[in-house]
């Protein structure tokens, strides 16, 4: 995809709220630009870097606890005489915090993790995420365990002017969240198309070679990790103040699944690719809606799992840059046969 | 400044290095050096313990004892992308690049220890660091025109004929701006045409004030383009001297036909 | 005292079923190098049948343990012809994207078909437990210990013993080189894959009558049993029985001196710090580089 083409298909979803007047529409593209934020950080460290990272989630559900705790103020009782208590604090300057504890917590799995790979590191970071959730349900005084986190302020008021009524609040969340999207999309594309992007690929593509040139694989892997879980808790943290009820759901590994599910269709290791898949699988559950129950929606979501590794391995957005190329090489073949009678200036391989 | 026909002080120097797996001794005693800007062969039969002195010096397996002094700094214990740092870098046995990248890409990867610039700057991408990224797109131009491998810059590595891939290897360690090459076998697999490419390749990098450290089993080219050659047996060093000696070291000559004498061709 | 040997035979009894799962799903690792995502649904699965049969079926308790067995190593069968046969050859992150697949699908399946709400499946056993001097034991899990051990003991036998067992070992040990020397790897891997379901389901047949059985309860099943499995070393069969038995100890211990709210966290705490310090997991040969 060409930067143009980025743009104007940011230009369109932006020009969305001047056509569209349904509320749940916006709801449905609102959740689905969270975990499209969710899946490009994803991507950052599953397709980037080669690090199957199933415990992601952990950090989306850090991301929307600190914002939740951050902004309704909380106790913590760290002696018998002192007691350590927040204020609550604005919604904006909650975010903040959830993306930076998110980070550190992606240093420290990234610190933790730096020795192992492939199939342990996948269960590092599940455990990982099992360990935050359990501590979300158990710490009650903290989190309110299964009961619950309620009446999170939502980041939309920290806007003056927009409380006017329901879809109002419904499109100024959806611009917050379109516009940490396309923020965090200029990130991951800027880390990509410079040295440290070339040296997580160099990881992924081959270690060995990596570190023999120079580079120091762990640090770029602790830098992924850093920024892929800071992403991810901005995802987090509009998630607790859009929904603005967070409970320990929202560790569920289903929800690191429907993020790898994003990743590995639309094409892990591409720009493009979970934003692809971001749209495809938000809006699939809308469409699914009402056919089915949820247990078949979920279903068919394991099935196409199967069905896009079997046949479309590198997902879609390789595929149809394959095609595309291969049907402009065809087209200027043809041009060039044309031109030269049967002489092709390109050199063909075979 | 040593040039190729002044070799001077050691640059690099192993010193009573052993290497244990185990109760398996791989190495055991060995000590040898290399002087600024010579070709220097490692050779020995089969399971002499070439590649493990590799592993050792290159900081992939670690030494059970002795040191491996580069330039005056202790490379023990170091890890593989400090030695690349400190001006070793070494190519693999088996072809080792980034198959799905493009020719043009791998060599950009080589250049990141070049490429510095702090995570920051790089992230705010200061105008500093856009040169600097220009600056690399001409020098991995100036690389593969020099390796040979100019016209195959958008071709995916992995595509490449096996040949080509082993130029390849040498452009991408090349990239990391080595003072001293550390090549595992690089003319293994070549056919004689190449092969004879590939010598004048090795003088043209030993001309750019690079110093070679090669592992090879063609012995003619061996003993065409070595200043000196170093032979290991059972893990201990039998002889060191220039390939003239060498050739006719009664030891040498011993330790190959006990092997089997095929590894000559 | 008392209480610390009351622990001490728990943890023992839950170790011998924890073993169970974390050698089937090594077995199938080190065999075949597909992470199986889908080993807690087998487990789910060999309760449920034990349900079925049992309970709605009114087949003997036993009997209905022994079809879940046999139903859930042809369930493993299935799934490795259907599923991973034609992907020889591809790396770990794609068979268990596959293998994640089949969880979800088997999951919701299960979900759909039984519903989410709990069942129990009652058992023959006396009521009154056995007395052991200072400690007590339900016979149920008595039972369960005996069967756990059996199994292990079982399955070691064909691995150790039988041809089938040689020929897994060969593959085990070099599968290019095994199948030179004519060991045909498709039927080693369908045993691989059968045999370490057929374990998954005996230990939720095993477990499912003591605790209750509802669809979800393979997701902490498969996670404890990677924890296992990382704690023996990937691959490692007598890691996989060790570490079941280090999980329950720790797990038991856990619960009873420190909090029972963190239980669960125990084993992943556990494998956190087993990981840090020894990256290949406590048992594990040392893999060459290079």
Redesign the interface.
Known sequence: MTTTMQWLFVAALAGLPLVMHDQYFFHVLIMMGIFTIGAMSLNLLLGYTGQ?SLGHVAFFGIGAYTSALVSLGFDIQITETYTFVLAPKPAWFSLICSVTLAGLCGWFIGK??F??R???F???T???A??VR??A??WVDLTEGPMALNNIPPLATALPGFDSGPLQRKIVNYYIVLGVAVFSFLVIKRIIQSRLGRAMVALRENE?LAKSVGIDVTRYLVLAAIASAAIAGAAGGLYAHYVRIVDPDVFL??YT?TM?IMV?SGGKGTLAGPVVGGVIFGLLPEFLRGHT?P??Q??I??????LI??FL?QGIVPAVNKWWTAYRSKRDQVVATNVSLGRNPQEQEG | MNTHSMAGSPVLAVNNLAVHFGGLVAISDASFAVDEGEIVSLIGPNGAGK?TAF?VISG??RATQGEIVYRGQRLNGLRPHEIAEAGLVRT?QKTSIFGNNTVFENVLIGLHRVSAASTWETLLALPKVRRRERQLRDEVREILDFVGLGHRGEELAGSLAYGEQRLLEIAVALAAKPSLLLLDEPACGMNPTEALSFRKLLSSISERRITILLVEHNMRMVMGVSDRVVVLNHGKIIANGPPAEIQKNPEVVRAYLGHGAQKHA | MEQLLQHLVNAIILGSTYALLGIGLTFI?GIMRV?NFAHGELYTFGAYMVYLFSVILGVNFLLAIAIAIVLGVLLGAAIEYT?LR??RGAD???T???M??????M???E??IWSGVAKSIPTPFPEEPLSLGLVSVAWSRVFVFVVAIALIILAQTIIQRTRLGKAMRATFQDRDTAALMGININVIYLATFALGSGLASAAGALLGPIFIVMPTMG?LAV?KA??IV?LGG?GNMKGAAIGGFVLALVEEFGAGYV?S??R??M???L??LV??VK???LFARSER??
């Open positions: 199957l933790l993790s020795r192992v492939g199939a342990y996948v269960i590092v599940i455990s990982f099992e360990v359990l501590v349900l158990n060995a590994f289903i699944v790898v590995v129950v247990e078949v979920w279903m979501y394991g099935a196409l799992m199967i590794v079997y391995p | 590649t592993n992939f397996l693999f | 690792f992470v599923l034609k992907l770990v992150d794609t268990m994207l596959v994640i697949g089949a969880w979800i699908i999951q919701n399946g979900q759909l997701n996670l990677f924890a990382i990937l909090s709210g963190y669960d966290a084993g992943f705490l494998i956190i990981l840090m990256p290949t997991g580089i290079g």
